[in-house]
């Protein structure tokens, strides 16, 4: 059974074929409380390659990705951020223009098996909804191959590689950057 979060604005739902068998799957817009916030970096900080060593040890600093305060006190979100039922996943776009946006999809239970539709919506709703021209995402190469083989399954291209911009573990690790246009991907190469 899963849990989904009460007073929050449901953006899709998705029926995902997980192992345990079929699984409706709720998607909400992330409410940036400090009780959301905490929830999400208790649960992410568990995995040592969501985040560098300062991120998952600070609070503040993992705050200070998702939310900024201007100069007269106003706190912003530093991008949309939407949660899986009651934080299995979560993206974050991130790096929004006009045009573009950078996705990151993680699912804090460590799974991705069944989960390929529930991802292809999140991306078709941002699409439809912003209006994206495309969206992007990274994963570094200490990530493991079921990761950057679930982003090559939504059809996202592989765009070329940035050299040694990741610390983790003691050593800099290269990263590889993908996309997908909004066309290829709402004319049936992804869904």
Known sequence: M????????????????????????NVYVMELTPENIRKFWEKARKYKWLFNEQLRGDFNKFLGCFVEQDSAGNITA????????????????????DSEATAHISFLDGRIRGRKDLAIEMLKYAFVT??????????????KLAT???????????????????FYNG?????????ILKEEFLNGSSA
């Open 2 to 25: 899963t849990e989904t979060l009460t007073n929050q604005e449901l953006l899709l739902s998705v029926v995902c074929d997980e192992p345990e068998g079929k699984i409706k799957r």
């Open 78 to 97: 530093r991008g949309l951020n939407w949660v899986v039922d009651d934080f299995v996943g979560v993206l974050n776009l991130t790096n929004i223009t």
């Open 130 to 143: 912003y209006g994206f021209h495309r969206i992007n995402t990274a994963t570094p190469l200490f990530d």
């Open 148 to 166: 950057i083989n679930f982003i090559k399954s939504l059809n996202f291209v592989p765009e070329g590689r940035k050299r040694k911009c990741v």
């Open 171 to 179: 050593e800099w690790w290269d990263e590889l950057h993908f996309g």
